[in-house]
């Protein structure tokens, strides 16, 4: 049992470029977020699924996109990346409703734009 | 839509003494209140929650209450160690709803030998 798994930890980009950090979890979790963290600001959530097939804006979701084609996986893409998007990226899980609230972080993904 | 503000932003203290952070939020609806610890370059991971049903819940050395009335929560560890030392960070929620959690800044603590 991995529970949640990011790849990949560490990326430098050049503006403009684009990328995607894949997020798994194979603890059958329906919830699935993604967060980026940076330095006095706690974690802010970017977009959200709540399912496979699914996925909705979370706090910062402007220059992201998000896909859950499968109910394990959570992509973030970044299409044009800016340097103001540099930061450290959590991908999370949790069970839903009355099984608990309990968010399960992977272990970052640290990017830059340079 | 929920703020989660949180004090104090740096705590340093001796080992063994006790250590307290603070948190208020903002949304009376919000009913679930973890806490994360966050240790240098690692995930943040759960040490304690508590529902707005009770108002105290201790595990070990730590123990967090809630005052719902005035919208604030803290976190307490007592007799301190090294290995306490992280980041903190508090977050208020709406239960079966996890997307509507929302962090404080969170809370660098230092305990020195």
């Known amino acids: 049992n991995a529970g949640v798994t990011q790849t990949p930890k560490f990326r430098v980009l050049k503006t403009g470029q684009s990328m995607t950090l894949l997020c798994a979890q194979d603890?059958?979790?329906?919830?699935m977020y993604w967060y980026r963290q940076d330095p006095g600001m706690g974690l802010r959530l970017i977009h959200y699924?709540?399912?496979?097939?699914?996925?909705a804006k979370g706090e910062v979701p402007d220059g992201y996109n998000v896909s859950r084609l499968k109910k394990q996986n959570f992509l973030l893409g970044l299409e044009s990346a800016a340097p103001s998007q540099t930061s450290v990226y959590f991908c999370?899980?949790?069970?839903?409703?009355?099984?608990?609230?309990?968010?399960?972080f992977g272990e970052g993904s640290w990017l830059t734009v340079v | 839509g929920e703020n989660v503000e949180q004090h104090p932003s740096t705590l340093s203290v001796q080992e063994g003494d006790s250590a307290v952070i603070k948190c208020t939020y903002s949304?009376?609806?919000?009913?679930?209140f973890p806490w994360y610890k966050q240790e240098l370059g690692k995930r943040p991971q759960l040490i304690i929650d508590?529902?707005?049903?009770?108002g105290e819940k201790k595990d070990q050395r730590i123990a967090v209450t809630l005052n719902k009335t005035a919208k604030h929560f803290s976190l307490h560890i007592t007799e301190t160690q090294p290995e306490d030392s992280a980041v903190y960070f508090c977050?208020?929620?709406?239960?079966?709803?996890?997307?509507?959690?929302?962090f404080g800044p969170g809370t660098r603590l230092s305990v020195l030998p």
């Open positions: 999370a899980s949790s069970p839903p409703g009355s099984s608990g609230n309990t968010i399960y």
């Open positions: 603890m059958n979790h329906e919830y």
């Open positions: 699924s709540v399912g496979e097939g699914t996925t």
């Open positions: 949304d009376s609806a919000s009913n679930y």
């Open positions: 508590i529902r707005s049903n009770v």
């Open positions: 977050a208020a929620g709406i239960t079966n709803y996890g997307q509507n959690f929302v």
